[in-house]
């Protein structure tokens, strides 16, 4: 088994809120590896933590009102990110790791040509020439299959469509040829033919370059396409890991059966959409022994004391009690 | 982008003429009696009649207005009641001094306000950013003409550091620019300039710290950084660049407080600049010459908003291009 | 001073600050007074304001001297601060700080209605031309953009000049109807935006006429900049006063305002400095006092506005 590109050991982001309604514990003990080359997928709703996730990544958390615990671990090729100083940190940003954002049109800078924004991390990681820096944007551009590069290389991004933008982050992103790329939600803001060929162009990209992505998304769809494993997140934790035909052939945790059941499949008969009952709960405020109980339909009495820690063998695991008493899992009404 | 401009440019005639006329019909329709000053001699009506005729008042309303519009197409402004000289020759000679000092003070403004707003947004809530925030404040509160008093106090009569009014040197300095000159003028202009100058500097100051902490709390802050920027090309190649868009907005809004400002300024500092004469031309009820203050204020006023428009469509690319994917 | 009006007088700083303290518990419920009170300067504003309005109420109890009486021309004619005349005396041996405390009470109302009336009219034609738009609209906007661009000392000077010295109720009136152009604007750009809110659709759908959906519906969630803009625009007033008064066209003497007092003290600058000093910084503190105050509530008010 090769060495993890990247491995994150109980990450956990606070962030403090005002008047002391408490610290709001976003990620509250996160581990994954991820391996050259693959996709590993981050599936859960809104408010789960997997955003903060990324950005602890990359430390770009803004320090007041958030902080990386100490105790968290986050190894890239071997060195802790954690510990690195400022400026070692800029060298591996944008070059060895980079990222992609949910919302293009915010997530680029105004008043700056396309192609300059691309140049960038070329300029600073490489000491590319202008010229230099310009002729590799066009190339960018070209790999990313946006039409007319050398003309769009100095427009300027509320000059572009949606799908456009995106490419030309994914672009920015990939200029320096990054071992990892992280990208969070990087189609929720678009169309979904926009979306699918946003992702048929990651995944072209993604073996071309052979660099391993982190896949951020709320999308169950997007996952199964894309990743080849997967990682489910539920109040700040990881409730669920498994390569991904393994989870969808069975998950283990209710979370993801509920997150499955949400789905409307287009080849089964029609039938009410189960939805997962009750609310996330406010990160300031987890629930007791397992998280996900308050709205568990197998929940028990040991559910709400102890929190179960990742049970299973190899490389499905889950935090449910479950796991190791699967008799208690209760029969569900049959629905239509 | 030139028919946008086309259509600026007219608006702001339209507006110049709209004070024109406005101004003209407030002057004319007043009650009291032009060429009287304020101790109202009694003079003789036969040559009161006289004056009248002679200056065209007794022509009818209407009349008068085509005939002043008509003069203004030729540039001329008229002739002073008060000082028996063309308005335009007054004005000629006051401006450049109003000119000189307001453009000294913006000067001041600008570069102060600036690297003040950026500095404090840099050391946000830090002591620093508390402390400036605080002398910005009192200087954005206090009355121009006040802390022109105290300076001309502290640094004038006690310190002795400027002298205490005019422009310069009377006697060693008659329209000779030799460079003993140009610092002498300098030294006359320090205190007026530097009043004017720091409070208009408060409120730039003010104004750019706000646009530069809503620039840094944008998302495309953090992308530069996710790409390796340092911290000083994040601050100084994208933050900056973007709250400097707000700023150019502030362009607009100075002229009107550096008119406002020459006013009081000029009268304690006794400098022969526009705003002096006006004051003294409304307190002798010299319409010429009010008119053509009022025109004249009134035309850099919008000529400064245009002016900070076109800069704006100039620098921000979303005005600039219109064309879309 | 005698001891009653020093009493007194300590009597009102201890209220101001009692002051402060009831509004922030009074306002600790809700999120925006919280948000109100984060601002150190906005407790301080509140304090400062508070404090000079009730010297201006209660300014015959915190002083001992008459504003306009002559104390004693000989001996005490523009005499330094002590402890009988705290602050002062001025040219004509007036106590200075019986003229300051009562020449709160004209700059302050002077302040306030000059605002109220600028606010006012600001807000209706804002609240028209964003309500119904088009052509009302453009004309209504014309004659804001010649509104500002006429500088406010130029057309109140003109205004002294052709009419003579104004009243203080016409002065009061004129400043009004010079302010107003800028709250039009920012109240016009509010009302654009709320107008395109639902519940506004459904007030008329409900058959709701123009007036009743502006007031009731339209304004109540523009009322923030409107709020700010009426912090600041007390401020702005006092220091045009200021400025008129010391050009001799305001506050017409020997009824003490701020800036007559300083006109009257500037040509004794160095022999009597403080006599131009403390009025001034009557002036600065009360602004300082607004527009920390407005700076406040302008977050406080809209959520919108992070980190300022």
Redesign the interface.
Known sequence: MTEPLLRVRDLKTYFVTEQGRGTARAVDGVSFDLYPGETLGIVGESGCGKTVTSLSILRLIPEPPGHIRPGSLIEFEGRNLLALAPPDLRAIRGNQIAMVFQEPMTSLNPVFTVGDQIAEAAIIHQRLSRKAARARAIEMLTLVGLPDPAERVDHYPHQLSGGMRQRVMIAMALVCHPKVLIADEPTTALDVTIQAQILELLERLQAELGMAVLLITHDLGVVAGQADRVVVMYAGQVVETAPTTALFDGPLHPYTEGLMAAVPRIDAPKSRLQAIPGQVPAATAWPSGCRFHPRCPHAWTKCTIEEPPLLGDGDHTARCWLVQEPGRRKRQPETE | MTAWLVRRVAASVAIVFAVITLTFFLMAVAPGEELLGPDERQVDPQVRAELRRQFGLDEGLLVRYVKYLRQLAHGNLGVSFALHRPVADALAEAIPNTLLLAGAALFIDFLLGLALGVYQALRVHRLPDVVLGNVTLFLYSVPTFWLGLILLLVFGAWLRWFPVAGMSDPILCPNVSSLYCTMDRLWHLALPALTLGFVGAAGTARFQRAAMLEVAAQDYIRTARAKGASERRVVLRHQLRNALLSFITLFGLAFPFLLTGAVLIETIFAWPGMGRLATDAILRRDFPVVNAAVLLASTLVVGGSLLADVLLAAADPRLRVRETA | MTLHAWFALLTALVLSGWAVGALRRRTGRHEAG?RFFRHP?AGWGIGVLAFFVIVAVAAPLVTSFDPRDQIDIVHLKSQPPSWSNILGTDVYSRDLWSRVAFGARISLIVGALGMLVAVTLGTLVGAVAGYYRRWVDAVLM?GV??G???????VL??A?????RLPLAILVLVIGFTSWFGTSRLVRAEVLSVRERDFVAAARAVGAGPARVIFRHVLPNAAAPIIVSAALGI?NVL?LE??LS??GIGVAPPAPSW?NM?ADG?PY??SA?WT??FP?LA??LV??A???VADALRDALDPRQ???
């Open positions: 919280r300067t014309r953009d010649v500002l661009a006429l500088p406010r000392i130029f000077l003109m002294v000049a052709l009419f003579g401020g220091l200021a400025a010391f050009l800036g300083i500037a600058l160095a400095p131009t000093l001034g002036i600065a602004v300082m607004l527009n920390a992070e980190a300022m």
